[in-house]
């Protein structure tokens, strides 16, 4: 029986290459399946396909870049659960303990003595945000192999250059989420595509988590116009604070500190 191929243009959208030279034979989650996440994608390679998954211990992080997601947005989404005096035996993860008494989580690894670790954890965690963007945009449109991509294949495969990740601030204690019970998903519509197109940038929201990507150099011609888009969601201050560039995960409201790093 001939094994299923997960490819419609025949070309990986990282890599670039094609057959013979690279199989299809995988079947590829463009979103950790981890994630309650069932989206399976195309034209993504067996070997780019093993590389998202695969820890790399002679990197100063060996966790891969899929693990880094998943263990992020699954944390923030045990924490919009509502937790009891049993939550603290459900709580499994390789980059946090949880504290009941304290109701505190505190990051495992020696995140704050470590520059050096801190900066490529972090670089991680943007190279997965993107990974996954390309890979269900591409499901969605077939328009991953476009060269305007060619900067996130290069940070996000190779990882080359530096591409920036916006974040807006929440207020404390304050968020707006999606059912967090449904598979988490990244949205595509009308809106996003033109604004894709028009502006380079994308607003990625998951688990209550608010990110701008610049997908295109386009977006850095339009900072200005993207920083007015998020200073309308600003509004006065009551689900967002602040929108800033994120350089390092302790930024992130969701945990490093509010959580009692």
Not at 149 to 158: G, L, T
Request: aromatic content about 16%; some cysteine; hydrophobic content about 35%.
């Amino acid at each position: 029986m001939r094994k299923i191929e997960y490819l419609k243009k025949g070309q990986c959208i990282w890599c670039l290459l094609s057959k013979p030279i690279v199989k299809f034979k995988t079947k590829p989650h463009t979103i950790p399946r981890t994630l309650n996440n069932e989206n399976i994608g195309f034209d993504i390679c067996d070997s780019c396909n093993s590389f998202f998954g695969t820890d790399n211990n002679g990197s100063i992080v060996s966790y891969s870049l899929d693990k880094i997601s998943k263990e992020f947005f699954n944390v923030h989404k045990f924490l919009l659960t509502n937790k009891n005096s049993e939550s603290w035996k459900e709580f499994k993860s390789q980059f946090f303990n949880y504290y009941h008494k304290s109701g505190k989580l505190k990051i495992k690894v020696d995140y704050i003595r470590n520059p050096s670790y801190a900066n490529e954890f972090t670089r991680k965690f943007k190279r997965g945000i993107y990974n996954m963007f390309l890979q269900e945009y591409h499901r969605i449109t077939e328009n991953g192999l476009d060269e305007k991509f060619n900067k996130i294949r290069e940070f996000v495969r190779n990882n080359n250059g530096d591409i920036p990740l916006y974040y807006l601030v929440s207020n404390n204690g304050i968020r707006l989420t999606e059912n967090i019970d449904e598979p988490l998903e990244i949205h595509f519509n009308d809106l996003s595509l033109k604004i894709i197109d028009n502006y380079g940038y994308y607003h990625f929201t998951m688990t209550g988590l608010n990110f701008y990507l610049f997908v295109t150099d386009k977006a850095y011609e339009n900072i200005d116009f993207i920083e007015k888009e998020a200073n309308k969601l600003i509004g006065s201050g009551f689900v967002f604070i602040d929108f800033i560039e994120l350089k390092r995960i302790n930024q992130i409201d969701f945990t490093l500190n509010n959580w009692g790093i």
